[in-house]
């Protein structure tokens, strides 16, 4: 009898483990036992304030481009004495471009562009001024030969060729400027001698007057009246021989 419970109980001890006890602590453990999945990585974002690298390198291809052509225009316009006549505008341009290379020294891109840009276009509009000057110096240059004042003149035309230096105008007018105090004299001469009644003489000293200076108008003109005078005394003379002619019937004197 104590045989046969004892198998019995290990028998009931065999369906426990078996059995009974798999369904107790089985999902426990697989479940303990099993990894966990792992967590996906969140995307991480630029930190806020951060440069554009992108953005910032076209910026500075941008100014790299940009700067060789402003740098030929300031060249250009200081080759025509821009500083002379450019003002204000000139001077703002040339000191901009100044600025936008210490900006771009700084790697601030986006500033060194802004002002390289705002330099070349006033050096563009001081450029469009340059015809404008260039006309005036002229203008001031021949109104100073007009008034006999050759250091004015001369300083004007001058200035004419620093803006345009192959202008025919400034050259001829720098030419006239150096025998003008001796041209003067000339005409002043030759209109005495001419109220002295000396015309023939008065002539020969606006031939050499104008000698000097071939563009002197007031010789030309003065030349052109003593001719026209010339030519009518001896129209007036020939009339009056034919009249004389006449009256004392000699045909011959009045043809």
Do not use: C, H, M
Not at 213 to 230: G, V
Not at 240 to 245: D, T
């Amino acid at each position: 009898g104590l045989v046969a419970a004892s198998f019995g109980f290990l028998l009931l001890a065999a369906v426990f483990v078996f059995f009974v006890l798999p369904g107790r602590v089985g999902p426990e453990a697989v479940t303990a036992s099993s990894p966990a999945p792992a967590e996906k990585s969140p995307s991480v974002a630029p930190p806020a304030g951060s440069p554009d690298l992108e953005a910032l390198a076209e910026l500075k291809r941008a100014f790299e481009e940009l700067r060789p052509d402003v740098a030929s225009r300031l060249q250009a316009l200081e080759g025509r004495a821009a500083g002379q006549w450019g003002g204000e505008v000139f001077a703002r341009g040339k000191q901009g471009v100044a600025t936008a290379d210490e900006v771009f020294g700084r790697r601030d891109y986006a500033a060194a562009l802004e002002q390289l840009r705002a330099a070349d276009a006033d050096l563009a509009t001081t450029g469009k001024q340059a015809s404008v000057q260039l006309q005036a110096a002229l203008a001031a240059g021949a109104t100073a030969l007009d008034a006999g004042d050759a250091t004015t003149a001369r300083r004007e035309f001058e200035r004419a060729l620093l803006i345009e230096p192959d202008n025919a105008a400034a050259r001829r007018g720098i030419e006239r400027s150096g025998t003008l105090l001796e041209v003067r004299g000339l005409l002043a001469e030759a209109a005495q001698l001419e109220a002295q009644g000396q015309p023939a003489v008065a002539a020969a000293v606006y031939r050499k007057a104008l000698q000097l200076d071939r563009d002197t108008q007031a010789a030309r003109a003065a030349l052109a009246r003593l001719e026209a005078q010339a030519s009518g005394s001896a129209f007036a003379a020939a009339v009056s021989q034919g009249l004389e002619g006449v009256a004392r019937r000699d045909y011959a004197a009045a043809r």
